[in-house]
């Protein structure tokens, strides 16, 4: 079950910015860096970005993300058509029962 | 080149076991912990279990206890997940992944094998 919320669409022109939210709660977002993952079709997810706004080597710099209180969110400027997946936050949560690893429920990007 | 490879998954009755296996390779195994998530057809990704580096650590979900086991062999360099008392609701593409040594978060994961429980 999901604990962090993403909207389950987004989409944009060639070229376009799009943004996508992600929100938690103080265990989670409110505590613990946020992490975004790539996921193509058909293939398995990719991390994007890391400890809430930095990107490994090879994600390209149109890729950024920032987090606020218990709300992240991962912005695309210039959209392209390879941009068009699923992408997944997710945080480490501090639950009473110990650490646990928690996804958004992902948000389906679209390039018209 | 870093890479992990599952394998183990198939066709199982409800009820049923299956040992999943996770093989690694580029990268020095025993420093890094490793972790299964799954995906649901249709679904978002569900974190199943994470295992630390030397294997002194586990952490797992709620609904994994009593049924889902992590080990890993750091001599072999592969991540095991062994399922037990399957559920329809467990059919999923697992995933394993690896855990970058300092950013927890997920750097590298493998193409992910398919369980499916049905009678």
């Known amino acids: 079950q999901s604990v962090l919320t993403q909207p389950p669409s987004a989409s944009g022109t060639p070229g376009q910015r799009v943004t996508i939210s992600c929100s938690g709660s103080?265990?989670?977002?409110?505590?613990?860096?946020v992490n975004w993952y790539q996921q193509l079709p058909g293939t398995a997810p990719k991390l994007l970005i890391y400890?809430?706004?930095q990107r490994p080597s090879g994600v390209p710099d149109r890729f950024s993300g920032s987090k606020s209180g218990t709300s992240a969110s991962l912005a695309i400027s210039g959209l392209q058509s390879e941009d068009e997946a699923e992408y997944h936050c997710?945080?480490?949560?501090?639950?009473?029962?110990?650490?646990?690893?928690?996804f958004g429920t992902g948000t389906k990007v679209t390039v018209l | 080149e870093v890479q992990i490879l599952e394998s183990g998954g198939g066709l199982v009755q409800p009820g049923g076991s299956l040992r999943l296996s996770c093989g690694a390779s580029?990268?020095?195994?025993?420093?890094?912990?490793m972790h299964w998530v799954r995906q649901a057809p249709g679904r978002g990704l569900e974190w199943v279990a994470g295992m630390s580096g030397s294997g002194d650590a586990t952490f797992s979900a709620d609904f994994v206890k009593g049924r889902f086991t992590i080990s890993r062999d750091n001599f072999k360099d592969t991540l095991y997940l062994q399922l037990n008392s399957l559920r329809v609701e467990d059919t999923a593409v697992y995933y394993c992944?690896?855990?970058?040594?300092?950013?927890?978060?997920?750097?590298?994961w493998g193409q992910g094998t398919v369980v499916t429980v049905s009678s």
């Open positions: 103080r265990s989670n977002i409110g505590t613990n860096a």
């Open positions: 997710a945080a480490w949560d501090d639950s009473p029962n110990g650490p646990v690893y928690v």
């Open positions: 580029g990268f020095t195994f025993s420093r890094n912990a």
């Open positions: 400890s809430n706004n």
């Open positions: 992944a690896k855990e970058a040594a300092v950013w927890d978060a997920f750097d590298v």
